[in-house]
């Protein structure tokens, strides 16, 4: 018997600073983005060797996670797990949030934004660019037949099958924001066909993190009780995801040593003592990779609600410092033209390229992260998407 | 009185009014088939691939003619600041590791065969004409900067800044990006050469010459087959309309 009760939430105070918060974050978000558009993009730290920054770190990191969040929905409809139902239409809100968010950050990036129409018409399909355009809105299309489905008793039975469309989807997307630095083959840093497994495995972790932190939320502030069962999968799913980004980043550069063409990018970003080798060994490896690792698979903390909630939010920093250190180092490092010759010239050929993001980018990107809680909020408040309850007894299949 | 009287009768008239046409006309004829200007509504043609080769034995690391030309061909304004500011040609100073030789080298688009940055335009927007000169349609670009992710030569550039008094030749605006178009303009007027091979010409250092690599009969084309030419990043098969002798 399903037991599974879905509740609207009520507009009370508890909204009041999440929608202030979130009224400063996409006002400053306009503000950046005309001030960019009017003034020209020298006003960011971004420049002709550092093309992609902060805003594209931002943007790729809802992406991957939008994709990864809709996981939770995949593990029950897909994989026939049950007691991650309740949780399919969060995750499905949440999925479509955080596209949202992530493709305005890259939209608003643009140098030309008017041209949208353009980018949406004029399509060059030997771009991954170009085939990502369809892969973004058709994922956002999938996601809402997929909510549809789940919500309208009648097509209740299409889930499964509408989810492994949407599952199936979701992995060639990630694989296409992957392969966005895969296939730059110019480029030290990139130019490697791990990039796309790494990048779908990063979803599933930096969606999972989000998820609990979305599922705390409810529970401090909607009173959804969450049991036993609820917490472990998580936490367990969160474990599997960190030891599978930790498998492909070590994979990854592996990889880079074994070709000798790659050493000194490999030796520049793990070796040099730049600001890229601490931002990998400190913030991706130490405090989001092996710090969560020990607090997720420690017995110690095994029941302890906090933890996970460090533990995902650890995740979560490090996801951003990894895809900066992805996006960011890649670039900053000079090409190699002439192999064999030292280079210099007045644009930085042979050095390492400066980078200090600007606040205007910071906005645009916290911009993203608005809108994507907008939608959540706004979705809860108007359609049954929160479980009433995730106790052990209410969950089929414990 | 009378010197000054003109004797104009019909069959003069017709005469001279002829000769006066033929004369206006006749510079437009024949000047065209001198310098094979191309007319506006024919395509490019893929007979020709428009090409560089250059000698860096005689590029001069005190010299840059061909970079103040280009500047002032397209009017690219310096706002000194130097990470934004666009340059569509530069001068790359090499050093030898091995032996220490050091050499000095204009860079610039090198007009691909094979160009990654109209691969990875989402719009179509860079691409290359039958002629081989790759470009950007500043009508399509969005400014998403990928082609700049893509480039091996770092030949792009972003214009950061807000442009004023662009030449008609050389439409630039914000947001978009740019590169050097081979003087695309000068081509299809028929002038033969690029703003860069023309300074490097005047100030005496011959280091540029701009010819079609696909005639055999071209200065560029016998250069080419008598002392080669080095393509950059050989290892990438991008087949570079840019080639170089002496490094």
């Known amino acids: 018997m399903n037991l599974i009760r879905y509740k609207s939430v009520e507009l009370d105070k508890k909204f009041f600073l999440p929608v202030i918060l979130i009224f400063i974050a996409l006002a400053s978000c306009l ?96 771009s991954i660019f170009a085939w990502n355009i369809f892969l973004y809105t058709g994922f956002l299309l999938i996601a809402v037949i997929y909510l549809w489905m789940m919500f309208e008793g009648r097509f209740n039975k299409y889930v499964t099958r509408v989810g492994m469309f949407a599952y199936g989807w979701r992995i060639i997307l990630t694989t296409g924001t992957g392969s966005i630095f895969g296939f730059l083959v110019a480029k030290e840093a990139y130019d490697s066909a791990m990039l796309a497994p790494l990048f779908i495995a990063m979803s599933l972790l930096f969606g999972t993190a989000i998820f609990i932190q979305t599922i705390y939320y409810l529970k401090s502030s909607f009173e959804v009780i969450v049991g036993e069962i609820i917490f472990k999968r998580l936490r367990k799913l969160l474990l599997y995801f960190i030891l599978a980004v930790l498998y492909f980043t070590i994979l990854f550069h592996l990889t880079n040593l074994y070709a000798t063409t790659h050493h000194d990018y490999e030796f520049f970003l793990l070796l040099s003592g730049n600001v890229y080798t601490y931002l990998f060994w400190i913030g991706q490896i130490l405090l989001g990779t092996l710090l ?46 002439f192999p064999g010759f030292i280079e210099n010239s007045t644009f930085g050929d042979g050095e390492v390229a400066q980078y200090i993001p600007s606040i205007y980018e910071f906005m645009l990107g916290l911009g993203g992260i608005a809108i994507a809680s907008a939608v959540f909020i706004f979705g809860i408040l108007i359609l049954e998407f929160v479980p009433d309850s995730l106790k052990d007894e209410h969950l089929q299949n414990k | 009185m009378k010197k000054y009287e003109i004797k104009l009768d019909r069959r003069n008239f017709l005469k001279k009014s002829t000769m006066v046409g033929l004369a206006s006309i006749a510079p437009g004829v024949f000047f065209q088939e001198f310098a094979h200007a191309r007319p506006l509504d024919e395509p490019a043609s893929d007979k020709i691939r428009w090409g560089m080769l250059i000698d860096t034995n005689q590029c001069t690391e005190d010299c840059d003619a061909c970079v103040t030309a280009c500047n002032d061909e397209h009017g690219i304004e310096d706002f000194g600041r130097p990470a934004t500011d666009t340059q569509w040609i530069r001068k790359l100073n090499l050093i030898d590791e091995f032996s220490g030789k050091q050499h000095s080298i204009p860079m610039m688009c090198q007009h691909c065969e094979n160009p990654p940055c109209v691969d990875v335009c ?27 992710m893509s480039c091996p030569y770092k030949a792009r550039s972003f214009v950061h800044e807000n442009l004023e008094n662009q030449l008609p030749h050389a439409p630039r605006g914000k947001g978009c990006v740019e590169s050097c178009t081979l003087c695309v303009h000068k081509i299809d007027r028929g002038d ?56």
């Open chain 2, 122 to 148: 989402p719009t179509g927007a860079s691409f290359k004409r039958a002629d081989g000169i790759v470009l950007v349609n500043k009508h399509t670009c969005i400014g998403c900067r990928y082609c700049m």
């Open chain 1, 292 to 337: 969560p690792l020990y607090l997720v698979s420690s017995k110690r903390f095994e029941n302890c609600w906090n933890t996970l909630l460090l533990s995902s939010f650890l995740i979560i920093f490090g996801g951003f410092i990894q895809l900066y250190v992805i996006i960011i180092s890649g670039q900053a490092f000079p090409l190699d033209m």
């Open chain 2, 192 to 247: 033969g050469t690029t703003a860069c091979s023309e300074a490097c010409q005047k100030d005496g250092h011959q280091a540029i010459l701009f010819g079609d690599l696909n005639d055999p009969e071209s200065e560029i084309s016998k250069q080419l087959s008598k002392f080669g030419g080095k393509e950059i990043r050989s290892d990438l098969g991008l087949n570079t309309a840019v080639r170089y002798r002496g490094i």
């Open chain 1, 31 to 126: 503000f950046a983005f005309v001030t960019l558009e009017h003034e020209g993009h020298w006003l960011t730290g971004m420049n002709n060797q550092v093309v992609w920054g902060i805003p594209h770190v931002f943007a790729i990191f809802l992406i991957v996670s939008a994709s990864g969040i809709l996981n939770i929905a995949s593990i029950s409809s897909v994989f026939g797990v049950p007691a991650y139902k309740p949780l399919s239409r969060l995750s499905g809100l949440l999925a479509i949030g955080l596209l949202i968010g992530g493709l305005m950050v890259l939209v608003l990036d643009l140098g030309r934004p008017d041209r949208l129409i353009v980018a949406m018409t004029t399509f060059n399909f030997k």
